[in-house]
């Protein structure tokens, strides 16, 4: 990798922190300072949940949101108003987390050139397909997920 591609690969990270910081301050915990960005790589740790939307246009790519299911259900939790202590059900699960990729990717389609499309979520236990460009890490209220941007190609 280029001097010039590690540059826009920090930009990049840089704008998903930016972005997931201001969806998860408005969105889901209603105030900042729940978010908490990590340094390093993640670490992976048990199966995990992920959540994508696809970009497409002049820079097509898949916008990932992953963290273990307990993290998943707590988001949902959270983005839904419901106490620590509310059952929310595997649909609402998947539902809110999709629905938090999507605000993600839909702030990062701003970021891409003129003409890009925003797909609809999808929600699933394996990892989607892609070449990686991005990993953010976070810590959302103790708990670990990763904001990832795949290259598309094809």
Known sequence: ????DTAIEDARAASVWVVAEDVFATMVDGEPGHLRLC???????????HAWVDITGTYSVRVVLAAAHDTARRL???LAGCGPEEDVDDAEVDDAFGE???MIGGNLKGTLPPGSRL??????????AGEH?????LEWRGDEIVVSMLALTG
Do not use: F, H, K
């Open 100 to 102: 938090v990729a999507n």
């Open 1 to 4: 990798m280029t001097t010039a």
């Open 76 to 78: 949902a939790r959270a």
């Open 133 to 137: 460009r991005v990993d953010v890490t």
């Open 119 to 128: 797909g609809l979520p999808v929600v699933a236990e394996e990892p989607p």
């Open 39 to 49: 340094q390093g790589a993640a670490a992976p740790s048990g199966e995990r949940l």
